[in-house]
């Protein structure tokens, strides 16, 4: 239904979005994550061309909507946007909100719009609001007042930007209620959304959007679980990182230290944990000194907010072996380490060499 070849959107000097291929089928619901700042609204608003893109083609249903002859008028009614702020007419009612598309861009009677605005309220359960204001409803009444307006103008496609974003966590909930009915009602939706739980739930597909590409896609069973690629991974199970860099042998270890510590604190590690850190660090880079004239080592502490794993990596040269088993058994730094950390494992590939260890929960 939706392709997208090469689409670039640059502001200025600054590029959005590099490379973006996609496609969304008819009837599919298609969830869109990823870190902010890294173009998934941007994405959606190339789609129904509120931005222009730079370059690159859109085809929908076989209609390129960035030829100059194409009636942008009649895409934006065939795919229809909710957006994060509502965009309620503050000064019309409810019911006049939904009827006045309708009436005028798809010449309905007023009877005819009214009726089938009744029903969509009816739909989203805001029957009993027709006669109120925006001002007089919740964010999430208002939000289901907007999803049924996009309805009312009887859209192919709905694009969400993040639809709960403004909204407490109760009114969350009536929203995502209303989005699951349209998807188990066949509606082709395109979702950006930070529900994590919500996209697995409702979608046949997720894009995970990240450097202004669709870094990873595939069915939610694979991207929640088992994603291939290392950011999609650390993006799902909220992995926070501390790094440092070591260039030489005379590195500062009071500076990594006090990093390390600042990291720790600002996630609630207890101090046990944190000695534990620092400790492997402090003994892991001196058997990695003699390699560190061959080139930088570089420190990862990864923390995961989901699981309370914690794992500390180390990356090095392609040619640099496993410190760990050429210090020996008998070293005492190499047996501090091994006591402490658990699954040490090491891995080389063209690019690098790779030290990682999990610590145990705190």
């Known amino acids: 239904m939706i392709t997208v070849q090469h689409l670039v959107k640059r502001f200025g000097d600054l590029t959005v979005l590099k490379d973006v291929n996609a496609e969304i089928r008819r009837g599919e619901v298609v969830s869109i994550i990823g870190p902010s700042g890294c173009g998934k609204s941007t994405f959606l608003r190339c789609l129904n061309l509120l931005e222009q893109p730079t370059a690159g083609s859109i085809t929908i249903n076989g209609v390129d909507v960035m030829d100059p002859a194409a009636d942008v008028a009649l895409l934006r009614q065939k795919m229809n946007m909710v957006f994060q702020s509502f965009n309620l007419f503050s000064h019309l009612t409810v019911l006049e909100n939904l009827t006045l598309g309708p009436i005028r861009l798809k010449g309905q009677t007023r009877d005819q719009a009214e009726t089938r605005s009744m029903e969509l309220l009816r739909l989203v359960g805001m029957a009993e609001k027709a006669d109120s204001f925006p001002d007089e409803l919740s964010g999430g009444q208002k939000q289901r007042v907007a999803i049924a307006r996009c309805l009312a103008m009887e859209p192919e496609i709905i694009l969400f930007d993040e639809p709960t974003s403004a909204l407490d966590p109760t009114m969350v909930r009536e929203v ?40 990873e896609e595939g069915p939610p069973e694979v991207i929640f679980t088992a994603p291939t690629r290392e950011k999609t991974w650390a993006f799902i199970n909220r992995v926070r990182t501390c790094s440092y860099q070591i260039e030489t042998p005379d590195y500062d270890l009071y500076a990594i230290n006090a990093q390390v510590e600042e990291f720790c604190e600002k996630h609630v590690l207890s101090r046990k944990l944190c000695d534990n850190i620092l400790l492997i660090i402090e003994e892991t880079l001196s058997l990695y000194r003699p390699y560190l004239q061959r080139g930088p080592v570089k420190v990862h502490v990864d923390y995961s907010e989901k699981t309370g794993e914690l794992k500390l990596v180390f990356d090095a040269a392609p040619d640099a072996d496993n410190p760990i088993e050429t210090a020996g058994e008998d070293d005492l730094g190499s047996m501090l380490i091994q006591n402490i950390a658990r699954n040490v494992s090491f891995h080389i590939d063209d690019e690098r060499s790779r030290l990682e260890m999990l610590l145990p929960a705190q």
């Open 176 to 215: 995502l209620s209303v989005i699951r009915r349209l998807a188990r009602d066949g509606m082709t939706m395109a979702i950006v959304t930070h529900e994590m739980e919500f996209a697995r739930d409702v979608s046949n597909r997720v894009f995970y959007m990240d450097e202004g590409v669709v870094y």
